[in-house]
């Protein structure tokens, strides 16, 4: 019994996992949080000409308030993600990066959901 259920544990995901194959797009759009693999990731598919721009938002990280009170500046996430993908030749105009110290995905997805609204009222925020 044990040994059915371990291998119907490890199968049991199988029916419901899809993989799809990227499409072409308006914007690739990079979620903080896991390191560098997405910027690459991102860079990857800019270079192979799925979109033409790349996005991201600034993420929130404790301290970084204290910091700017006392005069420093440290760059964040999405700054350090932006400069990799200018050094692997994606050029600067074609990455955005919006305000918004996300602490989230759900924070990211609601920020890029109002700018995207934004920009089809032709409202320009950044």
Same mark, same amino acid.
């Given at each position: 019994?044990?040994?059915?259920?371990?291998? &119907? &544990?490890?199968?049991?995901? /199988?029916?419901? /996992?899809?993989?799809?194959?990227?499409?072409?797009?308006?914007?690739?759009? /990079?979620?903080?949080?896991?390191?560098?693999?997405?910027?690459?990731?991102?860079?990857?598919?800019?270079?192979?000409?799925? #979109?033409?721009?790349?996005?991201?938002?600034?993420?929130?990280?404790?301290?970084?308030?204290?910091?700017?009170?006392?005069?420093?500046?440290?760059?964040?996430? #999405?700054?350090?993600?932006?400069? /990799?993908?200018?050094?692997?030749?994606?050029?600067?105009?074609?990455?955005?990066?919006?305000?918004?110290? #996300?602490?989230?995905?759900?924070?990211?997805?609601?920020?890029?959901?109002?700018?995207?609204?934004?920009?089809?009222?032709?409202?320009?925020?950044?």
């Amino acid at each position: 019994m044990l040994a059915l259920l371990a291998v &119907f &544990f490890r199968y049991a995901g /199988v029916g419901i /996992v899809s993989s799809d194959s990227p499409e072409k797009a308006d914007v690739i759009i /990079v979620l903080m949080g896991s390191g560098p693999d997405r910027i690459l990731g991102a860079v990857d598919l800019y270079e192979q000409g799925y #979109a033409p721009r790349i996005m991201m938002v600034e993420n929130w990280q404790p301290g970084y308030e204290l910091l700017e009170s006392r005069g420093v500046e440290l760059p964040r996430d #999405a700054e350090l993600a932006a400069s /990799v993908g200018v050094q692997l030749g994606v050029p600067e105009e074609a990455i955005i990066i919006l305000p918004g110290n #996300a602490r989230s995905t759900q924070d990211e997805a609601l920020i890029i959901t109002q700018y995207l609204k934004e920009q089809q009222t032709g409202v320009d925020k950044v």
